[in-house]
């Protein structure tokens, strides 16, 4: 904002602890809000076995259950909602609760389904609802924090990555041992509800109450789609930071999903003892990685912009033989310690890549360049991701048997080093095309 600002219509300047305390409030429920979203995505990965036992699935279509059901929607949805998100008159707010409210009712439903006809469209449900929440809330939270805080702001935001990732996993472990798959999809949809209700109370939507600079009170013309792409797709840096973060995602994903089934199958855990496990390593790690990750790039980015993005770029480079080593070590104690460090590192992209996608462009075309990064993420990481591990792991099961899904992990510990790559050369551009604001 500059010096001189002009008052939205009908609007009072808050008073700077007000400020402060609105900008708190809004991201803790966004943090929530996005726990939730992880934890509604991410359970079906630890109730996958169940899931397959009880229909008769095939590990192909647990793949689709648990990546193109949910992405395809997810990511065709997104920018048509975000494009509706970064008009001015938009309230970002509402439009998050009501994504909250569809999402959570849907992934109570699926624990309903009957046979996977059902369960598909009911994860369909639950992709549909997801693809309005976090474009809006990548705006929102640009709106409310200074540039120099941006990436530790959103990875504050990202948080609900790990977070709802480890909690999905010790609930629905623990609720499926205890009382079935069904109870605990129901478990954890029906809070959703309720936290949908809490978002319309206790959020504001700062469009409405913060003062405008000088150009924004002129009201300029909104950016047409073509223009918005023209912009976007017009720095090289966002073009690598998206390849990069849907290679992370599309091994991300798939590795959620199939090391849980490894350490069921190749090392003969229960589903409470391999959800305990991997939140260690998918929920306390990602979370320590996501957290370091937006903090040291606030920290690297002072002194030099390029270094945003150092923390991803080499991070990810030393996580590949670490990961490999944990995928063939037998003692599954060892694998669990040695996931540990590399993953780490691979979640320490989220606030870094986000942060600067959100610099790039001017704040008309935020929230489209928000859920374009989140189309790659989920129709080439969550879309095929699970889906073609699965797939890939029926291929190798006449030769490997029991030990098909390690193999294919095998190899999804070493494609890190191509996120690796491209995470650098954008970082490479971003003192030439990185915004002020």
Not at 119 to 148: K, Q
Not at 338 to 363: E, H, S
Request: aromatic share 10%; net charge positive.
């Amino acid at each position: 904002m500059t010096e001189k600002a002009a008052l939205a219509p009908g609007a009072a300047a808050p008073s700077g602890d007000a400020a402060s305390a609105n900008v708190r409030t809004t991201l803790w429920i966004l943090l929530i809000v996005y726990i939730f979203n992880f934890l509604d995505r991410q359970i079906v990965n630890i109730l996958a076995e169940p899931i397959k036992g009880e229909l008769g699935l095939s590990d192909t279509q647990l793949g689709l259950l648990a990546g193109p059901a949910f992405a395809v929607f997810y990511a065709l949805l997104g920018i048509p909602i975000a494009r509706y998100a970064d008009k001015e008159g938009t309230n970002r707010v509402r439009l998050i609760a009501l994504a909250v409210a569809v999402w959570s009712a849907m992934t109570a439903v699926c624990g309903l389904a009957q046979n996977f006809v059902q369960l598909l469209l009911a994860r369909i449900g639950v992709g549909v609802g997801e693809a309005g929440c976090t474009p809006a809330a990548h705006s929102l939270i640009t709106d409310s924090v200074p540039a120099e805080k941006r990436s530790s702001a959103i990875a504050f935001y990202g948080l609900g990555v790990p977070v709802g990732s480890l909690l999905g996993l010790i609930i629905g472990g623990v609720v499926n041992d205890l009382y079935g798959w069904r109870i605990a999809l129901m478990l954890v949809g029906a809070p959703g509800l309720l936290l949908a209700l809490a978002v319309l109370f206790f959020m504001r939507e700062p469009r409405h109450h913060r003062p405008l600079d000088a150009a924004e009170a002129t009201k300029p013309a909104p950016l047409s789609t073509k223009k918005a792409l023209a912009e976007i797709f017009g720095s090289r840096a966002f073009v690598y930071i998206l390849i990069a973060a849907s290679v992370t995602a599309f091994l991300g994903y798939g590795k959620a999903l199939w090391t849980i089934s490894f350490f069921i199958r190749s090392h003969g855990l229960s589903t409470t003892e391999a959800g305990l496990s991997m939140a260690v390593v998918l929920g306390l790690a990602g979370a320590v990685g996501t957290w370091l990750g937006g903090k040291a790039a606030d920290v690297l980015g002072k002194r030099d912009k390029r270094h945003i993005l150092t923390f991803p770029a080499y991070g990810m480079a030393v996580a590949a033989p670490l990961l490999f080593l944990g995928y063939y070590m037998e003692d599954w104690r060892i694998a669990v310690a040695l996931l540990v460090v590399p993953t780490i590192f691979n979640a320490a992209y989220y606030g870094p890549a986000y942060g600067c996608v959100q610099g790039l462009v001017q704040p008309r075309a935020r929230a489209v360049a928000a859920s374009i990064m989140l189309f790659g993420q989920n129709l080439i990481g969550l879309g095929l991701g699970p889906f073609l591990f699965g797939a890939l792991s029926d291929l190798f099961a006449p030769v490997a048997g029991e030990e098909s899904v390690r193999w294919v992990l095998y190899g999804a510990a070493w494609l890190g080093l191509i996120p690796a790559f491209f995470f650098w050369r954008a970082s490479l551009r971003l003192k030439a095309e990185l915004k002020s604001g």
